[in-house]
């Protein structure tokens, strides 16, 4: 079944598949928005650029997700200072907030046309939440003076949504959401633009360490100076070195028919999206044709059981006055999580740079990520450094265990969720 962005998506560019070897500066593998940033903002550096896609351009998580901007990042700014201290999570805000205008600043310079909206609400769906959201955002204001974050109590929230299940919520006014693979598309154009190829269809299977790597696919190869690993929850084993540094996680939208210009705005008064508190989150948006496409489920494993009936129960629990609703649409993508949910920048070996497991807030942060990567490509590591000192930890049971073993700590996480 085809997802709705598939189904609503802009004129797809074609790229070939790589059948012939090539040499170039930098190779990149993988053609999310990672690998589509990096590769424009090198070229603009003036190196000479080719992207590897083992399927399609935004087959990843890029072409399928939830389509949220939120600033910041998953743990919340207070922990995020306990985990890399006072001085790299100031470097850590401001990255972030770099992250959404650059976000912006990019769909302009392209015209790329994803029906991009204001405002993100992060809604309490405990009310022990409503202490932590508060001062999430009296840290941000008191240490970056960051005021584009607005508190909506319980009562204000009926402006927002026609729902009573949340307890307040925090407002971010710099962030959004838009049609997360028609941006896609309109990178892989800039980049198609740009001149820079892209092979599709074309996996990389195997890399060839040295002084200039090179990559293998099944019929052809690229040597390069460097290599720029972006396949995220994808890469699957390319690299077994950064597997247990990620966990994918396999997470559910589905959108449902669509509901009318009168009662989308009666769900939700305002364009802001939702995302809510609970570890095993709920994030919704209603679309630019009036479709709610509604969000959550994360499994580590095989999933189980219906998951339109099991997501529609999410639903009702938000709108329980939904449930005349069709369901039109259900797809599934992976996230990349880390165990402090920070994203993981770093090399392997001198010349192959690598990033991952932006842990849900990839939209904004492939923007900064790609920047910084190119910079330190160039030579300049200072920001790429900050990203790299986050202090990871692999999750346990390695390759083979961590995924029983984190179903486990999954299930328990529900269960206090339900509590
Ligand atoms: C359902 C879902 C909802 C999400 N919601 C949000 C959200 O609302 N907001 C947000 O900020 N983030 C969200 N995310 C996360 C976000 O989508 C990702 O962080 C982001 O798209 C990562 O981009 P990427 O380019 O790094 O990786 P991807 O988009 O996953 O791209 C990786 C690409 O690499 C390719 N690849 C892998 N291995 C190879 C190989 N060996 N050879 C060649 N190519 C290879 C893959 O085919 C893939 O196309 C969500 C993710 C999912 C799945």
């Given at each position: 079944m085809k997802t709705y962005y598939e189904a609503t998506a802009n004129q797809r560019p074609v790229f070939p598949s790589l059948s012939e070897d090539i040499e170039v500066d930098i190779c990149i593998i993988g053609a999310g928005y990672t690998g589509l940033i990096t590769a424009l903002e090198l070229s603009k550096k003036g190196y000479s650029v080719a992207i590897l896609e083992?399927?399609?351009?935004?087959?990843?998580a890029s072409g399928r997700n939830g389509g949220q901007i939120a600033t910041g990042y998953q743990p919340g700014m207070i922990q995020t200072e306990e985990i890399i201290g006072k001085e790299d999570a100031e470097s850590l805000w401001r990255f972030s907030t770099e992250a959404t205008s650059l976000l912006r600043n990019r769909i302009a310079l392209h015209s790329i046309s994803c029906d991009l909206r204001d405002g993100e609400l992060y809604t309490?769906?405990?009310?022990?939440?409503v202490d932590w959201l508060k001062r999430e955002q009296a840290h941000c204001e008191s240490?970056?003076?960051?005021?584009a974050y607005e508190w909506i109590s319980r009562e204000k929230l009926a402006d927002y949504l026609d729902s009573t299940r949340y307890h307040g919520a925090l407002l971010d006014r710099e962030g959004g959401h838009l049609h997360p693979l028609n941006y896609a598309l309109g990178l892989a154009s800039a980049v198609k633009k740009a001149n820079i190829p892209v092979f599709e269809?074309?996996?990389?299977?195997?890399i060839v360490p040295g002084s200039r790597p090179c990559v293998k696919t099944d019929y052809g190869q690229i040597t390069a100076s460097s290599i720029v690993l972006?396949?995220?929850?994808?890469?699957?084993?390319?690299?077994?070195?950064?597997?247990?540094?990620?966990m994918p996680v396999r997470t559910y939208i589905m959108a449902t028919e669509p509901i009318g210009e009168a009662r989308a705005r009666h769900l939700m008064k305002t364009d802001a999206c939702v995302s809510d508190t609970n570890s095993n989150l709920d994030y919704f948006r209603m679309s630019a044709d009036n479709r709610l496409l509604y969000g959550g489920r994360d499994y580590v494993g095989d999933p189980r059981g219906d998951q339109t009936e099991l997501l529609r129960r999410h639903m009702l629990h938000t709108f329980p006055q939904l449930s005349d609703l069709n369901i039109d649409y259900i797809w599934s993508g992976k996230v990349a999580v880390t165990r402090h949910l920070l994203p993981d920048f770093g090399r392997v070996g001198p010349n192959i740079y690598y990033v991952q497991?932006?842990?849900?807030?990839?939209?904004?942060?492939s923007a900064i990520a790609a920047k910084v990567m190119a910079q330190a490509i160039a030579g300049d590591t200072e920001r790429f450094d900050v990203f790299a000192r986050i202090p990871h930890k692999p999750f346990p049971g390695g390759t083979r265990f961590r995924v029983p073993l984190l179903s486990l700590a999954m299930f328990y996480q529900r269960l206090r969720d339900l509590l």
């Open positions: 083992a399927q399609t351009v935004g087959f990843g309490a769906a405990k009310a022990r939440h240490r970056y003076g960051f005021s269809n074309s996996r990389a299977l195997e972006a396949g995220n929850a994808y890469l699957e084993g390319l690299v077994n070195q950064l597997e247990s540094r990620i497991g932006y842990s849900g807030q990839g939209l904004p942060l």
